[in-house]
Structure formats: C-alpha cells, structure tokens
C-alpha cells in the first residue's frame, strides 16, 4: 500500500471521463479510489437503458491495475440536484454511504485525500474516512450560460464553502488560480496536459483511419469533444455553408442544452452535406480519428465561462502533430505561436485557408515538443509533489 490514498469523485463514468489518463498517470504513486457518478432514480426515469446496463457496477469493483479502482454506487437523486434542494443531500449521503463506506474499508482506503471537482459533491466532505480534502477546478461552475441565476448563485455560495474547507486547491487555469486563491491561499496551477504518448501514435504511418473518416473528402477539419453549447455553432455553419468543399467533421457527444439544440445554427448544420457528425467514440480509438484530419478546431464561444477553459486537448491535437485553430480564449495565449488563434470568425477563416495552403511537415516536431512538455506524466508528478508535501505537514501537526 502507497502512503496516499486518494478517493476521488470523477465527473463522469470512467470510459467517458476526460481526465482519465490524468488519474491512471497519478496512481503511479498514489493507492486510487475512483467514484464514477452513481445511479439514481432520476436517470432510471430519464434512461432506463442507462440505468440497467450499468446497475452491475455497484457490486462489481473494477480494477483498473494494483493501485487503481473503480466504483459506481447508488444515491437517491443527481448532485446537481440537491443544489436547488438542500434536504436531498441527507437522503442521499445516508444511501451513498451504505454502498461506499464497505468498498472503502475493503480497499483499506480510509484516512487520506478525498478529491472533489465540482461544489455539488461538498455534501461528501466529512464522513468518507479522509483526513485531508482537495479541490480541483477546471471550470468556473458559477458562470455556466444555461444555469439559471439562482443556480448559478447557489453553487457560487458553495464553492466558496469548500474552498474555505479545502487544505488544498488545484486549478488548470492561470485565471481560475488567481480567483480561488484568494479564498484559499493554499491554490496551485496545475495546467491542463494530455497524454502524449498514446496521441502520438497518430503520426503511425500503419495507423488506419477509421472507416466513417476516411470515407469522407478532404480537406477535414474536425473537433474531438462535445458538441453543446460550449461550441460556437455559428462559427461551424458559417465556415461550413461558406466553403462546401470542406469538411467539417465533430467527433463526440452532441449534448447540448434544449435552447442549443433548437437554434438555427445548429439545426443548419445538421442539413448542410459537408458537415458530419460521427458521435462518441470510444477513448482507445481517437488517434486514429485524429489521424484523419487535416485540421483540429477548438471552435469555443468566447464568454465568462470559457475564459477560464483551458482545454486540455490542445496538447493532443499538438502531440499528433496537427495544426491548432481556436477562438480566443485568454488560458491560450501562450501558445500562440504553436497554434493560430481567432479573435473573430474571418480571422478564424483565413487561418484555415493559410494552413491549408501551406506544407505542415516542417511544423510537427515543434508540436510535438511543446505537447511532450504538457505530458500527463509531468503533471501527475507536479501534482503528487504538492498533494505529499501538504498530506505530510497536516499529519505532522495534528
């Protein structure tokens, strides 16, 4: 057993959550727990399909290697919730509790780091055997655009609640750092990485592209990610009815709000003949999907929310070598002279049309080094330092 213990709240279930990778990488020095979002009767209502298939997991425990599990318990109804609903939390922290404390024991998991990422899961904070609490921030929760501003104004109260609890912060962006360090000086930037080495495999001359890809025409010009309201799908439609000779390809999960999914700009793209959704794919097959295109998009609305994005997977665009076009979001300044950067949609047009007309070869070991540099394992180390040395001084002086 490794001297931290680390039991950890994932956004989503472990075959869709992006910081996967980040976890794996970190559990070379850390005995993990991952807490996959538990079932509830709200999504047995809303996908009973859902809820069915994954109903084995909570008595099956999934080892991922010696040093790291999964979960998935059950609670009465979603975190995001009990935000609105404070009472809930009680019922569901004593049904959480039945499924998880055994699991926790079983593991002998208990007193070390509970790990958190968004404020709905502060009800977990005190009961789950841990001696020392982290809070991970990667979005500014407060200011998503399709919360309503009493949720909004809620989960503002909250974060700043388990900031105050909190014996150490880690932010993936310089901004989000500056904010939440003021509540608690204790607050580290912990830039965003990816995993290098497997999305290197892209440059793999023996790497097929996957069937849907490759029989679509090029030039490609895709995103990797969800597709919701995060997404400027007016930049997307007008790039896309602008130059019917391209095509614009978006990989992953359409699952953007009632509003997003009714707008004109995304209903056109859903009628225009050169922009393809191909939906999720499984993590193990996206640099082959990556392979595939002839240019990555980090195409985001530019808005308070996302001026706090800082998406890590610019570094794995970078690391298949791809040429990078994004809108303007501040977290990627510094690299704006590795990746091409928009400030509105002609300028995000012509970027395209430049890159398409010049020879990328010479550009991919630059990219290359600068995504090496943003590695999961450099950043699994950075992490561990911060959370031994501050472990380590709590136990110390209690």
Request: hydrophobic content about 40%; charged content about 25%; glycine content about 4%.
């Amino acid at each position: 057993m490794k001297s931290i213990k680390i039991v950890h709240f994932l956004d989503y279930d472990w075959e869709e959550d992006q910081r996967r990778p980040h976890v794996e990488a970190l559990s070379k020095y850390c005995n993990i727990l991952c807490v996959e979002p538990p079932l509830t009767i709200d999504i047995l209502l809303r996908e009973p399909k859902y809820f069915c298939a994954n109903l084995p997991k909570i008595i099956h425990l999934k080892h991922i290697n010696d040093d790291l599990f999964v979960y998935k318990p059950m609670m009465l109804f979603s975190a995001a919730i009990s935000l609105l609903l404070p009472w809930i939390n009680r019922l569901n922290l004593v049904v959480i509790k039945l499924f998880l404390s055994s699991v926790i024991k079983k593991l002998n998991m208990c007193g070390g780091i509970l790990t958190i990422r968004h404020p709905a899961w502060s009800f977990v904070i005190g009961w789950m055997y841990q001696r020392f609490l982290c809070y991970e921030v990667s979005d500014e929760w407060s200011e998503l655009p399709s919360a309503h501003h009493l949720l909004k104004r809620k989960i503002c109260d909250i974060e700043k609640r388990v900031l105050e609890k909190a014996d150490i912060v880690f932010c993936s962006a310089q901004r989000l750092t500056n904010t939440k360090k003021a509540i608690n000086p204790n607050t580290f930037f912990i830039p965003n990485s990816a995993d290098t080495k497997f999305f290197e495999s892209s440059l793999d001359p023996g790497l097929p592209i996957p069937w849907d890809l490759e029989k679509i025409h090029h030039p490609r010009i895709g995103l990797i990610g969800n597709v919701n309201d995060h997404v400027d799908i007016e930049l997307i439609s007008s790039l896309a009815e602008s130059n019917p000779e391209w095509s614009i390809i978006l990989i992953g999960k359409v699952n953007g709000s009632r509003k997003f999914l009714h707008c004109k700009a995304y209903l056109k793209t859903r009628k225009l003949n050169n922009v393809y959704y191909l939906g999720w794919k499984n993590y193990d097959s996206l640099p082959a999907y990556q392979k595939g295109l002839d240019i990555c998009m980090l195409p985001y609305v530019v808005n308070e929310y996302t001026k706090n994005v800082y998406p890590n997977k610019v570094y794995q665009y970078l690391a298949g070598g791809k040429p990078v076009v994004s809108t303007y979001l501040p977290e990627l300044k510094p690299l704006q002279d590795i990746i091409f950067i928009s400030r509105t949609q002609h300028e995000y047009l012509v970027h395209i049309k430049n890159v398409l007309a010049q020879d990328q070869t010479n550009f991919i070991k630059k990219r290359l080094a600068v995504a090496r540099e943003n590695s999961i394992e450099k950043n699994a180390q950075l992490r561990f330092n911060y959370l031994q040395k501050e472990f380590s001084l709590k136990i110390n002086s209690a």
